[in-house]
């Protein structure tokens, strides 16, 4: 069943809200919703910062070895990090790990 009927969808849809959602929308004003295009609008205001942003192999650059740590504890560090790629370029990989020691002089 597909429901087109904007005003019928900004009714239906606070009652899939749990949580910070249901909360955030139980203290609205009632007449502060006008239909589902300014719906969608506050949620999008109130909640793209809880968004995450998807890790790329760039982010790995910000990994380096920590004054003071061993270079095994860096290791382990940066293939967790690693982890959490979604699509990992091994090249840059392995350039962010190479620059990430602390004793790698150019």
Do not use: H
């Not at 910000?62 to 979604?86: A, D, I, P």
């Amino acid at each position: 069943m597909v429901i087109q009927d904007s005003d019928l969808i900004s009714k239906i849809l606070p009652t899939t809200f749990q949580g910070f959602a249901r909360s955030w929308y139980n203290n609205l004003e009632p007449s502060f919703i006008k239909g589902f295009g300014n719906l969608y609008v506050k949620l999008v205001a109130c909640f793209s910062t809880s968004i995450l942003a998807k890790k790329s192999s760039m982010n790995l650059f910000g990994v380096t070895q920590q004054e003071g740590k061993s270079t095994r504890v860096y290791l382990k560090r940066f293939n967790e990090e690693m982890l959490k790629m979604e699509e990992l370029l091994e090249l840059v990989a392995l350039k962010a790990l190479i620059r990430g020691v602390r004793d790698y002089a150019l």
